[in-house]
């Protein structure tokens, strides 16, 4: 799959609304993608995930509930095709994300541009 072929599915997963809102909206105004939907937390998104079947979720870390060490991991065990993005202010990136058990595809800082998440989805979807 390319998105040349299809539009993107893309989940937006973070505790703060702020983020999510904005995430969203900046999304959805890209043209490889079709359809932003968002989740509070790691148990919503695995319902989602069910529920819906994103091509790629952009997910925080650290959130109450299930956080995304934990929902990434399981949403990896069930829907092994569904690509990850953690987006997390988190220290060390990808290789510390991954070390604290995180199963992610790739990894974008908060502080990073919005064309940097944009990259990294591209790049993994």
């Not at 091509?55 to 949403?75: K, Q, R, T």
Request: net charge neutral; hydrophobic share 45%; glycine share 6%.
């Amino acid at each position: 799959m390319t998105s040349s072929t299809k539009a993107l599915r893309v989940l937006v997963v973070d505790d703060h609304e702020l983020t999510r809102c904005t995430l969203q909206l900046a999304l959805s105004l890209q043209s490889c993608i079709g359809n932003v939907d968002v989740a509070t937390n790691g148990k919503e998104a695995i319902a989602k995930v069910h529920k819906h079947n994103p091509d790629v979720i952009v997910m925080d870390l650290h959130m109450p509930v299930m956080d995304g060490w934990a929902a990434s991991s399981e949403i990896k065990t069930r829907y092994p095709h569904v690509k990850i993005v953690a987006y997390s202010a988190a220290d060390g990136g990808k290789a510390q994300a991954i070390s604290n058990g995180a199963a992610i595809d790739a990894f974008c800082d908060k502080g990073a541009c919005t064309r940097s998440l944009l990259e990294a989805i591209k790049s993994i979807a």
